[in-house]
């Protein structure tokens, strides 16, 4: 069965940093591009970045230059640094039709 599993969710003040990761378990392929979502209360699951699997990135306008996404083996990683009260979502990884539950994070002083 496949699980895509979040962590390093948190509180964290602004301008902080966190780095969040995803290790996904069960085959599904290595192909496809992996990426990082997010939901803030209220409005719609956005796209936050994306990696291919020969490591082509792409990113949402909103977090260029300030986050980073990497991928190694199983798995997937989001450097968030000057994190700013508007970052403030559930964060999600994505692989194809495969979802985790979802990681946490609150950007507040």
């Known amino acids: 069965q496949v699980q895509l599993v979040e962590s390093g969710g948190g509180l964290v003040q602004p301008g902080g940093s966190l780095r969040l990761s995803c290790v996904h378990s069960?085959?599904?392929?290595?192909?496809?591009?992996m990426g990082w979502y997010r939901q803030a209360p209220g409005k719609q699951r956005e796209l936050v970045a994306s990696?291919?699997?020969?490591?082509s990135t792409n990113y949402a306008g909103s977090v260029k230059g300030r986050f980073a996404i990497t991928r190694h083996n199983k798995a997937l990683y989001l450097q968030m640094n000057s994190l700013k009260p508007e970052d403030t979502a559930e964060y999600y990884c994505?692989?194809?039709?495969?979802w985790g539950k979802g990681t946490l994070v609150t950007v507040s002083s």
């Open positions: 994505n692989k194809g039709v495969y």
């Open positions: 069960g085959y599904i392929g290595s192909l496809s591009a």
């Open positions: 990696i291919t699997s020969i490591g």
